[in-house]
């Protein structure tokens, strides 16, 4: 099933027009194999008739035969986007002929694109951004309202993308996307990853998480998974323009990506340059706060040098905008009227 890589390793394609095809190749999309299973999700240009097939082996400017046909699409207009998508089991000589760039993916048979392995990325010594995903959607069955369905931590160490996602299992099979909302391809989402039907496996520790909410009480399955970004895409993910897209039955529920703030300063944990600011602080850029950045019990060597720091962070904050002239005079007032940096009295 789609969505083992966790397991076994996901290996990514990507489409690369043929110079030799009769015109340009008007498509994008995601090519996985994860095992034998191969998931393909692809959006093409289509006019008012478009055929999508994948053909090989092929030699250059020749055709090959048919391996998966996706059909026709018949549309009413030219310059009108269409999404081709299926999973498929394929068999060994047929993953071989796959890694080895032998196939093609053709539109009407001319507009010729080249599948060619990506490659992987291995775990690097970067520090891991973690990511949270809350999945809502519409209360079963009848529709009305909105409510948690599940729950999914992530992980991107360099260019690795992991997730971990549970989701109730009644719902089985679940089929999943990671997609970015656009303005064009007919308004709607574009599927940067089709992650396919997911290996959703039932837990045994039924126990729901301490924060749950709405059908995480139910029993759930686990779907883990990795894959491997582009440089493009771990900026979109970092700029919060991913999400989950899930079916589960008839129902669509979804969820963006969020970094992980474990001190809710509005600073995530990657960014955070001081990761346990005290509730409610107010923070700099770096997640800092005042009391951060000028402790009151610090390794001061008296209490003008306590108010020396006090006095310079208090000036960043205010030319940042955080604080206003009136208000650094009054920290720098309380500074002054406090004990920090004071040697106490050493009673022998």
């Known amino acids: 099933m789609g969505g083992q890589a966790w397991a076994q390793g996901t290996e990514q394609f990507r489409l690369e027009p043929d ?12 090519i996985l194999l994860t095992g034998h299973h ?29 391996i998966i046909d996706f059909g026709f699409y018949w549309g009413a207009a030219d310059d009108h986007w ?17 890694r080895a760039g032998l196939w093609y993916m053709l539109v009407n048979d001319t507009r010729r694109a080249q599948i060619l392995y990506s490659g992987t990325c291995g775990f690097t010594e970067v520090k891991a951004i973690q990511f949270e995903s809350l ?80 059908l995480e009480f139910l029993p759930r399955c686990r ?16 700029g919060g323009l991913w999400n989950f897209r899930i079916s589960a039955g008839n129902w669509p529920i979804s969820g963006g990506f969020f970094p992980v703030d474990s001190d809710h300063d509005g600073v995530p944990d990657y960014l955070d340059q001081c990761a346990a600011t005290v509730t409610n602080s107010l923070v ?10 000028c402790p009151c019990d ?10 020396k720091c006090l006095k310079d962070t208090t000036r960043d904050f205010q030319r940042a905008g955080l604080i206003t002239e009136k208000e650094r005079k009054a920290l720098m007032k309380q500074g002054e009227r406090s004990d920090c940096g004071k040697k106490k009295p050493h009673h022998p």
């Open 284 to 293: 700099n850029t770096n997640g800092c706060s005042l009391e951060d950045l």
């Open 82 to 98: 269409e999404t081709f998508d299926g999973e498929f089991d394929l068999t060994d000589e047929q993953v071989s002929q796959l």
């Open 19 to 30: 110079a030799s095809s009769a015109a340009i190749f008007p498509g994008i999309g995601s």
């Open 298 to 307: 610090g390794p001061w060597k008296n209490h003008g040098d306590y108010l």
């Open 135 to 214: 999945i809502e959607g519409w209360i079963p069955p009848e529709g009305h309202g909105w409510i948690r369905w599940g729950r999914a931590t992530c992980g991107l160490t360099g260019n690795t993308f992991t997730y971990d996602l549970t989701m109730p299992s009644a719902f089985m099979p679940l089929l999943a996307f990671i997609a970015v909302p656009t303005a064009t391809h007919n308004h709607r989402d574009r599927h940067v990853f089709d992650l396919g039907t997911l290996n959703c496996v039932p837990l045994e520790n039924t126990n729901p998480p301490p924060d749950a909410a709405g």
């Open 38 to 66: 191969l998931v393909v999700d692809v959006e093409t240009r289509a006019g008012d008739r478009s055929h999508l097939t994948i053909q090989g082996p092929a030699g250059v400017g020749t055709n090959g035969p048919v």
């Open 223 to 238: 779907a883990r998974g990795a894959l491997c970004l582009s440089d493009e895409q771990v900026a979109a993910l970092l």
